[in-house]
């Protein structure tokens, strides 16, 4: 595909859970989108400017010690817990799954991605399914940035 914000959207958390099982090496970036990232291919060290080999972005395979959990509440999981970057970043940056190739670890040791393959936007409706996937749990958590500002 190319770099463009023309993708399929998911519409739903059980779509997107579909699309983890069937696929290795997927990841969730919440940016302005594959036209824009995928021009330079590189992540900004917010603190230093300190140029990054590959883009921010979050792994959505499912770990080993999930063992027989729900692979719908993994993905729920992995979208929720960056849930507020819209909210930080500007109301134009949204999710987007990319397959790529990992280079190494940005400064809050998430995986730095190159040899992006966009494939799909997340549809705003899934993070709200996120929202109440995590919020049925018996022990509920917050998103990782939990203080306010």
């Known amino acids: 595909m190319s770099a463009t914000d023309d993708l399929p959207v998911v519409h739903t958390l059980d779509d997107l859970a579909g699309l983890v099982e069937r ?13 824009t990232d995928l021009g330079d291919v590189s992540s900004t060290d917010e603190l230093t400017g300190v140029p990054l080999p590959g883009l921010s972005a979050n792994p959505l395979d499912v770990e080993t010690w999930w063992q027989d959990r729900s692979v719908k509440l993994w993905v729920a999981r992995r979208l929720y817990d960056y849930s507020h970057l819209p909210h930080e970043k500007g109301p134009d940056v949204r999710p ?3 397959a790529g190739r990992e280079t190494g670890r940005g400064p809050d040791n998430e995986p730095l991605v190159a040899d992006c ?4 936007w997340i549809d705003t409706e899934v993070i709200e399914a996120a929202q109440r996937e995590v919020a049925r749990q018996e022990h509920a958590w917050g998103p990782l940035r939990r203080g306010g500002r």
């Open 117 to 120: 393959e966009p494939l799909c």
């Open 23 to 35: 696929r290795q090496g997927l990841y969730v970036r919440w940016s302005r989108g594959p036209a």
């Open 96 to 98: 987007w799954v990319l």
